[in-house]
């Protein structure tokens, strides 16, 4: 399923679309496999399609059902996929803190980096998220991270 910003009536709905990963620009996202985990590089943010913006990884739930990656995503020697979600974070350069969107991800904005657990029965991560920024999504929300006017990515699409 792929959207654009034109399936969107409010500016706030795009942006929590964008950083759930529901949203990109069509013209030059792309996608890959790498055994278990699906790697994407995406541009975006309101005039600026031409502009990488975000990078996320994430653990393939059809090729590994129980959410343990096989294939090591690694930061800085960790295997952020491999290892119970709170040792992952405890090395984490700080401050993190929980994300607006889901209180058991959380984001480290040091690093551009946001670690999601959508499989809520695994300890461990199983999607992360580099943004770049500034991303261009200035005139929606002060953050990169979270929509601060309290957007729903599927408000208007599915009825």
Do not use: N
Not at 9 to 19: G, I, P
Not at 40 to 59: E, K, S, Y
């Amino acid at each position: 399923m792929s959207l654009t910003r034109a399936d969107y009536t409010e500016l706030r709905h795009a942006h929590d679309a964008w950083l759930s990963g529901v949203l990109f620009d069509p013209a030059w996202t792309t996608a890959a496999t790498f055994d278990d985990v699906v790697l994407t590089v995406a541009g975006g943010g309101p005039g600026r399609p031409d502009r990488l913006a975000r990078i996320g990884i994430r653990i393939d739930p059809a090729r590994r059902p129980e959410g343990v990656s096989a294939t090591p995503v690694v930061w800085d020697g960790v295997d952020l996929f491999g290892h119970p979600a709170q040792d992952v974070v405890s090395v984490l350069p700080g401050p993190t803190h929980p994300s607006a969107q889901s209180p058991s991800d959380v984001t480290v904005e040091r690093l551009g980096l946001r670690l999601r657990r959508p499989l809520a029965a695994v300890d461990g991560w199983s999607q992360l998220v580099l943004l770049g920024a500034p991303d261009g999504w200035e005139p929606c929300c002060t953050g990169t991270f979270e929509c601060a006017k309290g957007g729903d990515a599927l408000v208007g699409i599915f009825r």
